[in-house]
């Protein structure tokens, strides 16, 4: 299993054991959304502010996401669905690990709804994938989200505690889900997910506070990194709000000190 420890260093800090990823895996699913017109531009941007990866699909990868500066963590998502869709909750594959190995990828990642309709097969495919990247040596992410008919609410602290160890139980390297909205509910789901745990952006926030105090909140609370999206490539300024969430989570800065920054840089 060298391989998958050479890669997952491409995708975590090796010192600190967290990382910030910017999913930019949104065109399939919206659309090409603000902020994600220009993909090449928008992942500069998110390189110059400090992300160690970057999630996108195998088609952007192929036009070509980077040709020029630093290099950033390659994750190719290999699970699709569109806003158009009769249900919206179901996920397709649309890649496979074989394919992400020939894109030069440092990691592949799923999307699993908890509770949709047809989440079997979700998970079915979670667990192929997973069999698939144990035999390649390739890391795993897998965002795993409690969504569905009977899911009253997906920010319940038993959902995210199910959803995680769902993850772990899975075989994914890193988790992703939601936060549950303070740092003591999110202990929680830690403490039943023996893989790493990141949280998600979730919609666009008010405000940079608020961004950035539940980052704060979640790596206290023992969170391994984020995994962010609308909140910082529609941004105003994409690759100061890159920094300021990498300083926190990579250097223990405080929300305040770094919302202070943030305001300096604008």
């Given at each position: 299993m060298v391989g998958k420890k050479v890669r997952m260093e491409r995708i975590i800090n090796r010192e600190t054991g967290r990382t910030v990823i910017v999913p930019m895996d949104h065109g399939v699913t919206v659309g090409p959304i603000a902020g994600l017109i220009d993909i090449r531009e928008s992942v500069t941007m998110m390189v110059?502010?400090?992300?160690?990866?970057?999630?996108?699909?195998?088609?952007?990868?192929?036009?070509?996401?980077?040709?020029?500066?630093?290099?950033?963590?390659l994750i190719v998502h290999m699970s699709a669905g569109t806003s158009m869709s009769p249900d919206p909750n179901h996920k397709v594959p649309v890649c496979t690990v074989e394919e992400a190995l020939k894109f030069g990828a440092d990691g592949v990642s799923i999307h699993v709804n908890l509770g949709a309709a047809d989440d079997a097969a979700m998970l079915a495919h979670f667990g192929e994938v997973s069999s698939k990247c144990m035999e390649w040596g390739m890391p795993l992410v897998a965002m795993v989200y409690t969504r569905g008919e009977h899911i009253r609410n997906e920010y319940d602290v038993k959902h995210l505690k199910h959803a995680a160890r769902v993850g772990a139980e899975l075989g994914a390297d890193i988790v992703k889900v939601n936060y549950p909205g303070s740092p003591s509910a999110f202990e929680e789901v830690i403490k039943g997910c023996p893989a790493p745990v990141v949280i998600a952006g979730g919609e666009k926030m008010e405000s940079d506070s608020d961004i950035l105090t539940m980052v704060e909140n979640s790596i206290k609370a023992g969170g391994a990194g984020v995994s962010i999206g609308r909140n910082v490539f529609q941004h105003s300024s994409p690759s100061d709000m890159v920094k300021a969430i990498s300083d926190i989570v990579h250097g223990n800065v405080s929300a305040e000190r770094a919302v202070s920054w943030l305001r300096g840089s604008k």
């Open positions: 110059n502010g400090g992300a160690n990866a970057i999630i996108i699909h195998k088609g952007i990868v192929s036009a070509g996401h980077r040709g020029a500066g630093r290099d950033v963590g």
